[in-house]
């Protein structure tokens, strides 16, 4: 690298879960891939996992006082800036690690915070980060004012540090209220562009994140929208008129959903997804490439249960066929059958069988079978809006 060179190094992270009856180790390791793809997308460069078998969380320091010191050791000796766990750390958590290990520590709450506070563009956006980030700090807020160690007493050290806390809690909370107030006045500008936008038929991309949705939208309105191959391109809903056939409706895009969102987020975020909450049609792009494809279906379900957007037509639209591949078994393989070794065909015919009508398979990079999948969901629309423009049935 030049003398010159302004590249910005990154981030050297290590990332550490455990393994206990909640999640066995080939889960947390799935996990871990996510965790390392999340720091990855926020600038760091994981250098090593560690993983402990530990039937409940240590109540002081996450993992138990050797692993915790085996840790330390590694950061320590390889220069490691960020130590990130995979689950959310108490604040009395955060502050043991940090006093032992003397360097940054994030849980998974934070660094998608982080995340999200990087690829926040709009204003809207911006508010419903800002607000999730106040609500994840407010509990936590004791241990950002490391001056405030003057309180433990004796000559020259009294002082009114708790005081100082409690103030500053108080302006966390009134900013809070505040960014509530802004919030509420966006949502209902943006609840008045949607009266605006009539009866026209609504169609809305969900997903977990980094499936291609921003990809299926661009090529489906023949737009821009920013999409990248890293978590969480896309923040902000984008909506976008299309056409197919001689058939208009519209089209938006929202933000991925992915495990373990954390529950400031679901909340501030709610107002963005009331698009999906009011389309007539939902069209869950699933990432079939992906191992744990039926993992991440189960995580969109369950939010869209959470959000209140489970009462309406879904459409299960597997993306990335070109990327698929499979192990096939050998004739004298007796082991039983797990999901690398069934082929797309057999995919295609297996649990997904008894909803093929609502199953699509494209690849929205490679454009295929996009006629299918465009011929499909005209025919949806159709009715729809022919229920509702009952005299434009001139136009089909």
């Not at 807020?141 to 809690?169: A, C, K, S, V």
């Not at 008129?241 to 954390?262: A, C, E, M």
């Amino acid at each position: 690298m030049s003398e010159y060179s302004t590249a910005i190094e990154p981030e050297k992270v290590v990332l550490v879960g455990i393994i206990n009856q909640n999640q066995n180790e080939r889960e947390v390791q799935e996990y871990l891939d996510e965790l390392a793809f999340l720091a990855e997308t926020a600038g760091g460069l994981p250098m090593r996992r560690f993983l402990q078998k530990l039937e409940v969380q240590n109540p002081r320091s996450f993992v138990g006082p050797g692993k915790l010191q085996e840790i330390i050791a590694f950061v320590k000796e390889n220069d490691i800036q960020t130590i990130i766990f995979d689950d959310e750390l108490t604040p009395t958590q955060i502050r043991n690690i940090e006093k032992a290990a003397e360097c940054k520590i994030l849980d998974r709450t934070n660094l998608i915070l982080d995340i999200f506070a990087q690829r926040a563009r709009t204003a809207h956006a911006k508010v419903q980060v800002e607000l999730a980030q106040y609500q994840y700090l407010l509990p936590r807020l004791t241990r950002m004012w490391t001056h405030l160690e003057r309180q433990r007493g004796g000559i020259g050290l009294r002082g009114p540090g708790e005081t100082e806390i409690e103030t500053d809690r108080r302006i966390i909370r009134d900013k809070i209220a505040k960014l509530k107030e802004q919030l509420e006045k966006i949502d209902k500008q943006m609840a008045t562009q949607r009266k605006n936008r009539g009866q026209m038929v609504r169609v809305s991309l969900v997903g977990y994140t980094n499936v291609g949705k921003s990809t299926l939208m661009n090529l489906l309105s023949k737009s821009d929208v920013f999409a990248e191959d890293k978590l969480f391109a896309t923040l902000d809903t984008t909506v976008r008129k299309v056409v197919i056939g001689n058939l208009p409706f519209l089209l938006s895009d929202t933000v991925g959903f992915i495990r373990k969102l954390p529950h400031h987020l679901v909340e501030s975020f709610k107002s963005t997804l009331d698009e999906v909450r009011e389309a007539d049609i939902l069209l869950h792009v699933v990432d079939i490439s992906h191992p744990n494809f039926e993992d991440q279906i189960k995580v969109v379900e369950q939010t869209l249960h959470e959000i209140d957007g489970t009462d309406k037509p879904v459409y299960l639209v597997f993306n990335k066929i070109d990327a698929f591949t499979y192990v096939q078994k050998a004739d004298d393989d007796l082991t039983p059958m797990s999901r690398e070794n069934y082929s797309l065909e057999e995919i295609r015919n297996s649990w997904m069988a008894k909803n093929s009508e609502q199953c699509l398979f494209i690849s929205a990079k490679k454009k295929t079978n996009l006629e299918e999948f465009k011929s499909r969901i005209y025919q949806h629309i159709k009715e729809i809006h022919t229920s509702r423009f009952p005299f434009d049935n001139f136009l089909y």
